[in-house]
């Protein structure tokens, strides 16, 4: 199950970069324009940017690790990108929870004992 976790979280994390890089071209756009608050967009895109990334590296990590302890910053790191990333980037940091939860809370699986 930590597999699978790792694995999910590796999949969401790659789809917030995307999501934060349109996050930030949205927030350049809206600077090049001088629209109200375009440094909001810019700061929530920088945000999603290194919470994707962070999620990316969690995840791998989680996939070979027999802890709880990745799966645990996992959730972390989703939750703060969820709220640090912006709307789009916060789709995919449920995704990331997700995984995070199933790499937290699933069981190794157990190698037999001969006797």
């Known amino acids: 199950m930590k597999k699978a976790g790792g694995i999910i979280a590796l999949i969401a994390g790659i789809f917030a970069v995307l999501a934060a890089l349109v996050t930030l071209f949205i927030g350049g756009v809206a600077t090049a324009v001088e629209a109200d608050q375009a440094d909001v967009a810019v700061g929530l895109g920088w945000g999603g940017i290194v919470f994707s990334f962070l999620t ?3 995840g791998a990590v989680a996939i070979g690790s027999t802890s709880r302890w990745p799966g645990i910053l996992l959730i972390v790191c989703a939750i703060a990108g969820a709220i640090l990333g ?4 916060a789709v995919f940091m449920c995704l990331a929870l997700i995984g995070g939860l199933i790499a937290a809370l699933g069981k ?5 004992v001969a006797q």
């Open 108 to 112: 190794s699986p157990q190698k037999e």
């Open 86 to 89: 912006g709307t789009l980037v």
């Open 56 to 58: 990316i590296a969690l």
